[in-house]
């Protein structure tokens, strides 16, 4: 599962989705502000011109009007760049689509330092926690283009305000066509078998690698380099930020005894805050946090930034034996 | 087309009990913005009363029904009173307004009481929602209209803007706006803290009609309406002046009175004021 000579960029496998529900349901409209080739909405644009409505440079009015839309029995996608949807226009988010639970999906493009060149502005690493603090939100990070086409076809359907992030780069395919995706129902890629329930799994070289987006790669190339050297290593596509499967993380934390939370996004607020959360709460458990230790983005190829960052797989490996550490 | 007088004599009445009931309501919250709402009193009293609004208080989500959205939300007891005098909820339960489990939320909260359409209280957000509900029914050929009462200082809010701009590209006819021209907002005038004039010359380059009336004239208000419906191609905003806390002639003008309730002895003073 870790090597993959293919790869598909998470936006494409979006924009491809995207079509799909808009050819299921005449309801779907879909609205961007000036961006809808780099997000891939444009590939909606080309076969519901009728359903597309291009709002120009204008992320705030985007969200109004798509949530009056979703008042008035649509059912809106937003695309824009995270950065901007859901930064710029948060409490147009928050006052008109949370608070009425209004189902109108915001798609945040581009997220996390593996934009790329863009550089620092437009490598949204706050995105995942802005819209997890907002009650009646769901908020999905894909791991590969087509779970994001399923995400989207999910989305779609699910009645709720949704949040569904994206990426620009071509990232390694991961899952496959017959891959289960549910919305809130994490999946165990790499399951540890517990062999010897007697033994204490504070004893025991075991970890279980928690991750989101694209990085899901990263965890299970790492893990499988830690396997050869007599590590146990559950991997965990969290695909759904919220609602968390609190079930099967807590199951992992008890199998386990240690987690590393992997994103590519602040350590603040994100994914592992919210596995932190549920642990704390519940079952609770040393963990590292792979995500980015409260600095801003840069310019940079993907490779560089992910090294620079600690997110490749070397800094999850590294993770990993100080979290066995600690144990 | 001119009213009769009896028309008008209904719409005073109607107003006047209107005013009676937001200075109440008020008072027995405790706080909540009287200024704005006496002042918006008689648009509201026209829409309700005076033809404007196609609605059935007894079916708030009548699918046929114009929409109503209030942008400045912070007026809301101007609108509960309306709405409790037209049937949509009993005139007694104006008295929990902004008490724990009331569905009179200190601004408005959409999914508490049917008949509100938004949520809103955050300025400049109404337009925008206003502009996505008109789309829609436009792409649907529905003949409803959507009116959006807004207010002058929220013209501050560059968010009003961007949807102003997307209206008049879309050619939203249906979509007719209502701004509260009062000069008063939190700390100040308006023209003192961030002049939005001149706001004609703003939203006809934005591609509207604009027409221009006293707000507290029935006749103009209706009329101003009637004309804005038959508009072909270009929303309409109607730009109405009006005197805050307009009523009570002890606070008119007073911007003061822009966040404030009466306790209950100026209550007692202001119901007496009320002509």
Request: net charge negative.
């Amino acid at each position: 599962m870790t090597t993959s000579d293919k790869t598909k960029s998470i936006r494409d496998g979006f924009g491809e989705g995207l079509v799909e529900v808009g050819k299921n349901n005449p309801n779907i409209i879909v609205l961007s502000a000036d961006v809808s080739e780099s997000t891939r909405t444009n590939l909606f644009k080309e076969k519901f011109p009728e359903r597309f409505i291009e709002v120009g440079v204008a992320e705030q009015n985007m969200a109004v009007v798509a949530s009056g839309l979703a008042n008035y029995g649509k059912i809106p996608f937003i695309s824009s760049y995270a950065v901007f949807s859901p930064g710029r226009n948060w409490e147009q988010i928050r006052t008109t689509i949370a608070i009425n639970n209004l189902p109108v999906k915001i798609i945040g493009g581009h997220a996390g330092v593996i934009v790329g060149p863009d550089g620092v502005t437009h490598q949204a690493l706050e995105d995942i926690a802005l819209m997890r603090v907002l009650p009646n939100m769901v908020v999905v990070v894909p791991c590969d283009a087509i779970e994001a086409r399923k995400a989207t076809l999910a989305i779609a359907q699910n009645g709720k305000p949704s949040y569904l992030r994206t990426e620009r780069p071509e990232t390694p395919i991961i899952t496959t066509e017959d891959s289960p995706f549910e919305i809130g129902k994490a999946n165990i890629l790499v399951d540890i078998q517990d062999t010897s329930p007697s033994e204490a799994p504070k004893e025991r070289r075991r970890v279980a690698i928690i991750a989101c987006g694209s990085l899901v790669f990263n965890a299970l190339a790492a893990a499988e380099e830690l396997s050869k050297e007599g590590i146990e290593v559950e991997v965990i596509n969290c695909h759904t930020i919220k609602p968390l499967d609190e079930k099967t993380i807590i199951e992992s934390a008890q199998k386990t005894g240690a987690i590393v939370t992997v994103e590519d996004h602040q350590l603040a607020g994100g994914l592992g805050s919210a596995v932190a959360e549920c642990l704390a709460q519940n079952h609770p458990a040393p963990q590292e946090f792979v995500a980015v230790h409260d600095r801003f983005g840069q310019s940079g190829t993907p490779e560089e930034l992910l090294k620079e960052y600690g997110l490749d797989k070397d800094s999850i490996k590294n993770s990993v034996r100080k979290v066995l550490g600690r144990k | 087309m001119p009213l009769t007088e009896e028309q008008k004599k209904e719409l005073q009445e109607k107003a006047l009990k209107i005013r009676k009931l937001i200075i109440e309501s008020l008072a027995e919250a405790g706080s909540g913005h009287l200024a704005g709402s006496l002042g918006m009193t008689d648009i509201f009293a026209a829409f309700y009363f005076g033809g404007i609004l196609n609605h059935d208080p007894k079916n708030p989500s009548w699918p046929e029904r114009d929409r109503l959205i209030l942008s400045n939300g912070h007026i809301c007891p101007a609108r509960y009173a309306a709405m409790a005098l037209a049937g949509y909820f009993p005139v007694e339960e104006l008295k929990t307004l902004r008490k724990f489990g009331s569905r009179l939320q200190g601004h408005p909260e959409a999914s508490r009481l049917p008949g509100l359409e938004t949520t809103s209280g955050p300025l400049g957000l109404g337009l925008g929602q206003s502009c996505g509900i008109a789309y829609g029914l436009k792409i649907d050929s529905k003949n409803n209209y959507v009116f959006c009462l807004m207010s002058d200082a929220e013209q501050q809010e560059g968010n009003t803007w961007e949807s102003a701009m997307f209206a008049g590209k879309n050619k939203l006819s249906n979509l007719i706006a209502v701004v509260d021209f009062n000069n008063i907002q939190i700390t100040g005038n308006v023209s003192e803290i961030m002049p939005v004039e001149p706001l004609r010359a703003k939203y006809e380059a934005f591609g509207w009609n604009v027409l221009e009336i006293n707000g507290h004239d029935f006749e103009q208000i209706i009329n101003s309406v009637e004309t804005a419906k038959k508009s072909v191609g270009k929303p309409t905003l109607i730009i109405a002046k009006t005197i805050a806390g307009k009523g009570v002639s002890e606070i008119e003008g007073d911007y003061h009175w822009h966040g404030k309730a009466p306790t209950k002895e100026e209550a007692e003073r202001f119901l007496q004021q009320l002509k």
